[in-house]
């Protein structure tokens, strides 16, 4: 079974600082995908930035990007000129890409805290 | 466009109690999946629905269910309400293609609803 695992529980940055986020993984799979969701206190899921497994370029997003690292099964999130509206919690998540297996595994998340 | 939508928002139940929980997905989506959020425990799959079947289930007892109807809102129904059941329920819909009778993965992503609150007392 795949795992995600997110080491840091909590995070804080100052206002239009970076930050970087870390996320691992496991799995046996060749073919997925990797997600980060951002879940501010409204509670809804947003996705922030997806990266294709097969992909060698990281994924960037405005101001979100990916160090994406196959080998060491490693997705990392930089968030650049952190905003106060940044401030959430950050899930990372896995994805198989085998026929029929949709379902997301998630990390169990870091609180992001920006500080003005 | 309407996201996904969640009803009800917040809800309190006793235990032993029986709950039903509502979710339309995207205009579009065909398939919706549901995930508890435990405090301290992280988002767990529940269940994925596509295109009415139950196409995958999580490590949970038989009393969490669920249905996806023909215009494609689900339902989960949670039978004899326990203390620990009290958590964040999301669902998320995504469209897939598909090829002969089993839905083919693909990179579109999967959009959340705001969740419904369930407290077990």
């Known amino acids: 079974a795949q795992t995600v695992t997110q080491s840091q529980p909590e995070m804080s940055v100052q206002e239009a600082e970076t930050v970087t986020l870390s996320c691992t993984y496991d799995?046996?799979?060749?073919?997925?995908?990797l997600f980060w969701y951002k879940q501010p206190p409204s509670r809804q899921m947003i996705l922030v930035i997806r990266?294709?497994?097969?992909?060698?370029q990281n994924a960037t997003e405005n101001r979100f990007s990916v160090n994406f690292q196959k080998a060491a099964k490693s997705f990392s999130l930089k968030i650049s000129d952190s905003q106060l509206g940044d401030a959430a919690m950050y899930f990372c998540?896995?994805?198989?890409?085998?026929?029929?297996?949709?379902?997301?595994?998630f990390g169990q998340g870091t609180r992001l805290t920006i500080n003005p | 466009e309407a996201g996904v939508t969640q009803s009800p928002t917040h809800l309190i139940k006793t235990r032993g109690q029986q709950v039903t929980l509502r979710c339309s997905p995207i205009?579009?989506?065909?398939?919706v999946y549901w995930y508890q959020q435990a405090l301290g425990l992280g988002l767990q799959f529940l269940l994925w629905?596509?295109?009415?079947?139950?196409?995958n289930r999580g490590n949970f007892p038989p009393r969490f269910s669920g249905r996806q109807f023909p215009n494609y809102s689900s339902e989960l129904n949670v039978n004899a309400l326990e203390l620990e059941d009290s958590a964040l329920y999301l669902c998320?819909?995504?469209?897939?293609?598909?090829?002969?009778?089993?839905?083919?993965?693909?990179?579109?992503?999967?959009?959340f609803g705001q969740g419904t609150r369930l407290t077990v007392v």
């Open positions: 998320a819909s995504s469209f897939l293609s598909h090829r002969g009778l089993i839905p083919r993965p693909s990179n579109t992503e999967a959009f």
């Open positions: 799995t046996s799979e060749s073919d997925y995908y």
């Open positions: 990266q294709e497994a097969y992909k060698q």
């Open positions: 998540a896995y994805r198989s890409g085998v026929q029929g297996a949709q379902k997301l595994v």
């Open positions: 205009s579009g989506h065909t398939s």
């Open positions: 629905y596509d295109e009415g079947e139950e196409r």
